[in-house]
């Protein structure tokens, strides 16, 4: 993707600007202006905009080239801040992000299952604390943003609701029951999906530009990241991989059979071992052994099939492992994982790169948050990088 030299289309060239410092952390001028194809007037034009205007700021000059010093321009994290809320099967969270996607502030609470009418409540309970934990006040925040599974209604036996009360949520408007409560305009977006934008916008840049994003949690779900873009898919579905197939392995049928916190519940419960409704990956969950070995072992097998059903549809370049999980128990997973790929035979498909994820479990709120700088400060096309 080239900029434009067209002062009509100046929104473009400071989204593009904007991309490719935030994908690259640093960006001289010169750099701008050889990737974006850009006069070097016009790149002076828009960097000092964006300065004045609070997006940029500049490094110290990097001196001992040819030629005048070169100055670095970063990310101002100041420059906004916005809102995430996460409704999840087994919990709320809700974040103050600020423009690089640090987390300035956060409020958890569990609950048995959701309610329109309990998300109210913990809005209004724990938003004036929040934004005082941030040090910022209601017009601060740029916009608001909401993650919640798609069709939340469904599988409720799984985790213990009663369909009944989770019928509420179909044909359910949240964003209007919530308008009024959270600043600025309101984004919904599927949770799993959300949190695959955490990793593509606030991410330690570790997800290429064509990958797959893989997230465990009650359930698993994830994203695809296609072109330098997170992919929603027509109906905004693209990325909903619980029910990709799996072969030969014992419990079912479905990934989400096998690589979700709900199946680890179910292992725990046979080996006798009590758990809490809701797992806190800040725990140790060494107690959990071995069902928790074998469980690591069960998801890697599924995750492995998965990836490669996956990659012989799409090339994908690389896979990220998040969930809500402690970090050594998805350093596990995803060394596991790459065993189990390297074992398979992907009939001439390469394997994939597999990282890990870089938010765990705050990611979906994180990813709430991050829709907003996706749709508004990014381009939609990965430009070459610098």
Same mark, same amino acid.
């Given at each position: 993707?080239?900029?434009?030299?067209? /002062?009509?289309?100046?929104?473009?060239?400071?989204?593009?600007?904007?991309?490719?410092?935030? !994908?690259?952390?640093?960006?001289?001028?010169?750099?701008?202006?050889?990737?974006?194809?850009?006069?070097?007037?016009?790149?002076?034009?828009?960097?000092?905009?964006?300065?004045?205007?609070?997006?940029?700021?500049?490094?110290?000059?990097?001196?001992?080239?040819?030629?005048?010093?070169?100055? %670095?321009? !970063?990310?101002?994290?100041?420059?906004?801040?916005?809102?995430? +809320?996460?409704?999840?099967?087994?919990?709320?969270?809700?974040?103050?992000?600020?423009?690089?996607?640090?987390?300035?502030?956060?409020?958890?609470?569990?609950?048995?299952?959701?309610?329109?009418?309990?998300?109210?409540?913990?809005?209004? *309970? *724990?938003?004036? /604390?929040?934004?005082?934990?941030?040090?910022?006040?209601?017009?601060?925040?740029?916009?608001?943003?909401?993650?919640?599974?798609?069709?939340?209604?469904?599988?409720?036996?799984?985790?213990?609701?009663? @369909?009944?009360?989770?019928?509420?949520?179909?044909?359910?408007?949240?964003?209007?029951?919530?308008?009024?409560?959270?600043?600025?305009?309101?984004?919904?977006? *599927?949770?799993? /999906?959300?949190?695959?934008?955490?990793?593509?916008?606030?991410?330690?840049? !570790?997800?290429?530009?064509?990958?797959?994003?893989?997230?465990?949690? /009650?359930?698993?779900?994830?994203?695809?990241?296609? *072109?330098?873009?997170?992919?929603?898919?027509?109906?905004?579905?693209?990325?909903?991989?619980?029910?990709?197939?799996?072969?030969?392995?014992?419990?079912?049928?479905?990934?989400?059979? $096998?690589?979700?916190?709900?199946? +680890?519940?179910?292992?725990?419960? $046979?080996?006798?071992?009590?758990?809490?409704?809701?797992?806190?990956?800040? @725990?140790?969950?060494?107690?959990?052994? %071995?069902?928790?070995?074998?469980?690591?072992?069960?998801?890697?097998?599924?995750?492995?099939?998965?990836?490669?059903?996956?990659?012989?549809?799409?090339?994908?370049?690389?896979?990220?492992?998040?969930?809500?999980?402690?970090?050594?128990?998805?350093?596990?997973?995803? !060394?596991?994982?790459?065993?189990? +790929?390297?074992?398979?035979?992907?009939?001439?498909?390469?394997?994939?790169?597999?990282?890990?994820?870089?938010?765990?479990?705050?990611?979906?709120?994180?990813?709430?948050?991050?829709?907003?700088?996706?749709?508004?400060?990014?381009?939609?096309?990965?430009?070459?990088?610098?």
């Amino acid at each position: 993707m080239k900029g434009s030299n067209q /002062t009509t289309v100046r929104d473009n060239n400071e989204r593009l600007v904007l991309h490719l410092i935030r !994908r690259n952390g640093v960006a001289t001028k010169a750099e701008l202006t050889r990737v974006t194809g850009l006069s070097p007037n016009a790149i002076s034009v828009i960097v000092n905009a964006l300065e004045e205007d609070g997006f940029l700021l500049r490094g110290e000059p990097m001196r001992g080239r040819t030629g005048q010093p070169s100055t %670095p321009l !970063r990310l101002n994290p100041d420059a906004r801040f916005h809102i995430g +809320l996460k409704i999840g099967r087994r919990g709320f969270d809700m974040v103050v992000v600020d423009f690089c996607g640090s987390v300035r502030a956060r409020c958890e609470q569990d609950h048995d299952y959701p309610t329109p009418v309990r998300a109210t409540a913990f809005v209004e *309970n *724990n938003l004036d /604390t929040l934004l005082q934990e941030a040090a910022l006040t209601l017009d601060a925040i740029a916009g608001s943003g909401i993650a919640i599974p798609s069709q939340l209604w469904h599988w409720s036996g799984d985790f213990g609701a009663l @369909q009944d009360k989770m019928d509420v949520w179909r044909g359910h408007d949240i964003a209007a029951t919530l308008e009024g409560l959270l600043p600025g305009p309101i984004l919904v977006e *599927n949770d799993a /999906t959300a949190a695959c934008y955490a990793e593509w916008v606030f991410g330690a840049r !570790r997800i290429k530009p064509d990958s797959l994003y893989f997230f465990v949690g /009650t359930f698993i779900g994830g994203g695809v990241v296609l *072109n330098g873009g997170v992919f929603r898919g027509c109906r905004g579905n693209a990325g909903a991989l619980g029910p990709l197939r799996i072969p030969d392995e014992p419990g079912g049928t479905r990934l989400v059979d $096998h690589a979700s916190l709900t199946v +680890l519940h179910q292992m725990l419960d $046979h080996q006798g071992t009590p758990h809490p409704a809701r797992h806190l990956a800040d @725990q140790n969950w060494n107690s959990f052994e %071995p069902a928790l070995s074998h469980w690591i072992l069960r998801s890697a097998r599924s995750l492995a099939h998965a990836i490669v059903s996956a990659s012989a549809v799409i090339d994908f370049e690389g896979v990220i492992i998040d969930g809500a999980l402690p970090q050594d128990v998805r350093s596990r997973l995803a !060394r596991l994982l790459e065993s189990r +790929l390297s074992q398979i035979d992907l009939g001439g498909i390469p394997y994939p790169e597999v990282a890990q994820g870089s938010f765990g479990t705050v990611a979906r709120a994180v990813g709430a948050a991050a829709v907003h700088i996706n749709e508004r400060y990014m381009v939609r096309q990965e430009p070459d990088g610098i």
